[in-house]
């Protein structure tokens, strides 16, 4: 098939934004919930809207080391003339305080029944069984009140908020011990390319890695990917790689997502489904193309390892995010100023690597000199990417940036 | 035991940057290496330095679809005048470009022997078995040469990088399927406190969560936290919990750190081992304790969870990130104004937990109301925090900050 569309390239190429769009449009979240134990449920996302059922804490506390007493009983007291209290039994005995008692506290302690305060241990000085009291406390002094860090009922988190640590902390605190999140999209990662090896590759072999770079991907974006084998350029083989993972809830392609005459997956969405983009106006990397198959979206990354990336952060991961009913948060950035100019055409979202460096403590972006599609050690070896928008024509040297960390782990 | 310091506080607080250096002085890394397949490998630490043993592309191939030819043979091609070439054997086929032969080959092909450029297939017309050629093409032209992305021998990363998605497809190309990475450390996780529990809390009684969420950060940080049972505030039953995790890489309390009467931990450390530093110029959180026992780096946190997280990211993270080789990379930060001043004494670092807030297309960081180190609502809801450094008096209202996100995820 030799047709005049293959031979002159793509005629449109879509928008960043609008192709996201209309993958997005297409593509319905899950809905699948699974309860997940805390201990496990760092990173996941929630599926249901969380309430506390207890108040932490759960009962007026001492807030610091003392004596538990009846605030009215040290009125007046002070250095010079101590009010005397009686030391009474110890907290957790369950002896109400009465008048004129004290009973030690320690911070965090349940506050004795009858006590409304706590005089701190330094402002007192114990002789036999009476407690020499220093300085008058007023009502609720140095108590925290049940209730103080969370209320019964109050709200906590909204369904789509992802979890974390301290998280998962908190919706202990209030008793729970599991909470109902989405389940991790599932993602075929199909690999495809009649030159592809897993290892030790002949004349005219090349090693695959797109796969394994976009499973691990997949995987950091909350994904649940499934890494399949090489599939040949062969419009059947494709076709079948495609039909099987259609119990997925996305599907991704690299390779064979150009216009040349091996490149077959736009044509074998087509026949399956619809294909929804193909040619993005995003470089290096704007043979990417989009389709759905029988509702399960196909993202059809292109083969060269740096094209392949910068589509995958630019479409795949919002794809399983919204899939996955998770937000999609900017990536970190650092701010810098750039060292060289660099080229874009205007209409054209460029994603230029960069190296970040230090020049009298201050941030500088250099780019890297390759500036290819193929060349996979310009994006490993980078520190990440500058994205010149597209409204912009390049941009100059000394200009201040922010390099995007698209691949920052904790 | 009742002893003056107890009574009066801690004498001396330790500032941040000093605590943190001593404890890393006592700690040694722990040197312990695995390999590990390149599927598995992301997020974790390379234990050695990783040259390619074979250069990518491992030939010389054609950069665009065409046909492969001497370029010699098509010197004054033109559109007007087109060079006559024969089509000769298929690309693989290991037949030599002899003068005047074209192969057909596509992007990626290897450049069959005899070859040294390619024409791109717009600049040919096939009548039968000839080829037209319409331009020139000089030596090398559209062929990607071997090592182009990477040489062999090549150095790619130093040990103590830790390896991102991008890193491992770069890995597998020039032919490695697995790394020699650290171990994760190992940390013991030991929640103390008698007022703890782990569910159903009764009166006087309080939810165990600062085991849970620091065993969560340790994971996140490249560590492997075993997450130990409460043990309650006495010396005999915390000594033996400490000794029964001497052959972790690390051991982390939370809870009983401070100067009180059941503060015991710094005494149980003093008694094993050393005591480095207790009390810390940090708020919220100085009554945290460092010390090191038969070579275990062991971090006594304080009980209040706002004050354990504070010095869980100040101290254990760089602990477990030296002990196990790993870098310790600064947070991602957002650029933000300061919507109301933050008060913090000189000499003592203070964490001010703040939510952020666009105005007006600008960030806005609006510390949060409750700054005690109890209320852990107050981190968990929050989006980072803002540090103002030991030599700052407070920051004033409208002053720009970076807010720090400590639990960022991708």
């Known amino acids: 098939m030799h047709d005049d569309r293959k031979r002159s390239g793509f005629k449109t190429r879509t928008r960043v934004d609008d192709a ?35 108040p932490v804490p759960g009962y007026d506390r001492a807030a610091m080391d003392g004596w538990a007493v009846r605030a009215a009983d040290t009125f007046g007291a002070s250095g010079r003339s101590p009010t005397v209290l009686r030391m009474a039994g110890a907290a957790g005995d369950d002896a109400p305080v009465g008048p004129s008692d004290a009973v030690r506290v320690h911070t965090g302690s349940a506050l004795p029944e009858g006590a409304d305060a706590v005089v701190m241990i330094e402002q007192t000085e114990r002789v036999g069984d009476e407690i020499e009291v220093f300085d008058a406390v007023s009502e609720g002094e140095n108590v925290g009140d049940a209730g103080e860090d969370v209320e019964a009922d109050q709200l906590l ?9 301290s998280d998962l902390g908190l ?17 075929g990662v199909l690999p ?27 995987s950091r974006w909350g994904g649940a990917p499934t890494y399949r084998d090489v599939v040949t350029d062969d419009f059947d083989a494709l076709r079948a790689a495609i039909q099987r993972d259609l119990t997925k809830d996305v599907i991704v392609t690299t390779g064979g997502s150009s216009v040349g005459e091996r490149d ?22 704007h043979p990417v193309a989009l389709g759905v198959v029988e509702e399960t979206p196909v993202v059809s990354l292109p083969g060269y390892p740096v094209a392949c990336i910068v589509n995958a952060v630019q479409f795949l991961r919002p794809l399983v995010k919204h899939v996955g009913g998770m937000a999609c948060p900017p990536f970190p950035t650092t701010e810098a100023r ?12 460029t994603f230029a690597r960069v190296e970040l460096d230090e020049e009298n403590g201050e941030q500088v972006a250099v780019p890297t000199r390759t500036s290819g599609s193929g060349i996979l050690s310009s994006v490993a070896l980078a520190d990440g990417w500058v994205v010149v928008p597209d409204s912009q024509e390049g941009l100059p040297e000394g200009q201040r940036v922010a390099v995007e960390h698209w691949e920052w782990s904790a």
């Open 20 to 54: 996201r769009e209309r993958l997005l449009d297409a593509a319905a979240p899950h809905e699948r919930t699974e309860r997940v134990g805390l201990t496990r449920a760092d990173g996941r996302t929630l599926a249901e809207r969380v309430t506390a059922p207890n």
């Open 157 to 165: 988190f909204e369904p789509g908020h992802t979890l974390r640590p």
């Open 171 to 187: 919706l202990k605190s209030v008793g729970l011990d599991r909470v109902r999140a989405f389940e991790p999209p599932t993602v």
């Open 192 to 218: 495809t390319g009649e030159e592809l090896v897993q290892s030790d590759p002949g004349p005219g072999e090349v090693i695959e890695t797109n796969g394994l770079t976009v499973s691990t991907l997949a």
């Open 264 to 285: 077959l997956l736009p044509e074998v969405i087509d026949e399956l489904g619809e294909v929804l983009v193909h040619g993005v106006a995003l470089k290096p990397g």
């Open 338 to 349: 750039l060292a060289r100019k660099i080229s874009s055409e205007p209409g054209t979202r």
